[in-house]
């Protein structure tokens, strides 16, 4: 069974530019998670997707926004980018609810705001 | 607020064993998990506590006190590969995944 792949693995935008990035979930796997990883604050939860419904959403600017789709493939999207934004992006999926606890992630999108 | 606290940073011997340490803070509680993380790859699940108590896998084990709001990752004949970082995470009340900043661990040939 294939894992959760991302993409891009790579992106270097500049500030103020936009960008989506997107994440397809282990086959069958309903639920989609998406972190921000950085050195100084380790993993922030962004927001969590299950069955196309955006279940609970941290504590980030609306300039952080993401959807999933019926196949449960989920994009997220930043407007507006700022230096900080840089870092890497995972994306996280899990079977359902009763399986959160476990969550396979991906490789990850590496994000450089210059 | 919501946190879990774990050290920052550990330094074992090859062969040794290693524990550590996670306590949390959270309005909720559904069970206490343990990810690793090598440097540049994707953090990968190792273990779970939904109930007090200790639960082993292979090399790994995993113990959970939630009258204590505390919980461990015990590390046993520590091999060089398992030089990385460890992440416990829980989740809330809110639904909210919650992760601890990561252990790191170094291990000494």
């Known amino acids: ?114 | 607020g919501q946190s879990l606290e774990q050290p920052s940073e550990v330094t074992a011997v090859e062969g040794a064993i290693v524990q550590i340490n996670c306590t949390y803070q959270t309005s909720g509680f559904y069970g206490l998990s343990w990810y690793q993380q090598h440097d540049g790859g994707a953090p990968t699940f190792l273990s779970y506590n939904a109930l007090d108590g200790l639960e082993e896998t292979g090399r790994f084990s995993s113990f959970l006190s939630r009258s204590d709001s505390y919980g461990y990752l015990l590390l046993q004949e520590l091999q060089m590969k398992d030089s990385a970082s460890y992440f416990c995470a829980t989740g809330s009340s809110a639904s909210k995944i919650i992760f601890g900043s990561g252990t790191r661990l170094s291990i000494r040939p």
């Open chain 1, 1 to 114: 069974k294939a894992g959760v792949t991302q993409t891009p693995r790579y992106l270097i935008k500049t500030r103020g530019q936009q960008v989506t990035l997107s994440c397809s979930p282990i086959s069958g796997h309903r639920s989609v998670s998406w972190y921000q990883q950085t050195p100084g604050q380790g993993l922030q939860f962004l927001f969590e997707y299950f069955s196309e419904t955006q279940r609970n959403k941290g504590n980030f600017p609306g300039r952080f926004s993401g959807r999933q789709f019926s196949n449960s493939r989920s994009e997220m999207n930043v407007s507006t980018l700022e230096l900080g934004d840089s870092a890497l992006y995972l994306c996280a999926s899990s079977l359902g609810d009763r399986e959160r606890h476990e969550q396979f992630f991906g490789p990850g999108t590496r994000l450089t705001v210059l």
